[in-house]
């Protein structure tokens, strides 16, 4: 199983980023799949998450109204939409697959990890 993260870089306070991770070696619709991000110095926290079919997401309290989860089945990709995008955003993102899982995964539930991609967010 294979989850490639892309999309993370620089990019100054206010503005927008859009992260892909494409999954190979699993049947995708089996899989709740999510982000979540860890800073410097911090656990690694749930960012967004999004159920087999894309009927209902989750979002952790200071990303709702600025990111946006979806995923396409027929691409086996999830994406991560994030605009207004804060210096406390900054981290390595890493995609997550939970078998049969809902939209909120938590990391002891997480069955597979991305590598993670880098956002830095200059203010």
């Known amino acids: 199983v294979q989850l490639q993260a892309s999309g993370g870089g620089l990019v100054q306070a206010g503005g927008s980023l859009r992260l892909s991770c494409a999954a190979s070696g699993l049947t995708f619709i089996n899989y709740g799949m999510g982000w979540f991000r860890q800073a410097p110095g911090k656990e690694r926290e749930f960012v967004a998450g999004?159920?087999?079919?894309?009927?209902?997401?989750r979002y952790v309290d200071s990303v709702k109204g600025r990111f946006t989860v979806s995923r396409d089945n027929l691409k086996n990709t999830v994406y991560l939409q994030m605009s207004t995008l804060e210096p406390e955003d900054t981290a390595v993102y890493y995609c997550a697959a939970d078998y049969l899982g809902p939209s909120l995964l938590y990391t002891e539930s997480v069955d597979y990890w991305g590598k993670g991609t880098q956002v830095t967010v200059s203010s």
């Open positions: 999004i159920n087999w079919n894309g009927g209902s997401t």
